[in-house]
């Protein structure tokens, strides 16, 4: 059997293109894999807390931070802060989106993790366990450092 000239390049576009595309192997993409660094509390300043840090995304796939769970809070919600009618405000909100090979911070004036009616005294130096649910990845425990206030 003799194939033309023109019969082979189609064969091998089609390959080059399905092989770039991921469609004929199947191929999807990476799972997330989240990383969680620089996780800090400030020393609360009164009942409730506020949990900081960075969590990075290095796999294909995008995933959400869903919640975050302590043994020395009542409850933790995220919340993200943003100016209103010239003063500024904090909402709650269902997740906090990690995009694929991306980044969130949980940071002053931004995204964060309350910690509300906080047990005890929290003291400088002190580490906080933190447990983090994503939606797609496991769940991960996480210390954090407990800092001076002055830190913001």
Known sequence: MTLSFRAVAR???LAVLCTALGAC???AASPAQIEVSDARIP?????NGVAYMT???TGGSADRLLSIDTDVAESVD????????????????????LPANGAAVLEPGGLHAMLLNVDGDLGEGD???????FEASESQAVSAQVVPLVEE
Request: hydrophobic share 50%; net charge negative.
């Open 78 to 97: 995220l919340h993200e802060s943003m100016m209103q009618d010239g003063s500024m405000s904090m909402q709650p909100v269902e997740g906090i989106a």
């Open 11 to 13: 064969v091998l576009v």
């Open 43 to 47: 020393v609360p300043a009164g009942a």
């Open 127 to 133: 580490a906080v366990d933190l447990t983090l649910t």
């Open 25 to 27: 192997s199947g191929a």
């Open 55 to 57: 969590l990075r995304n």
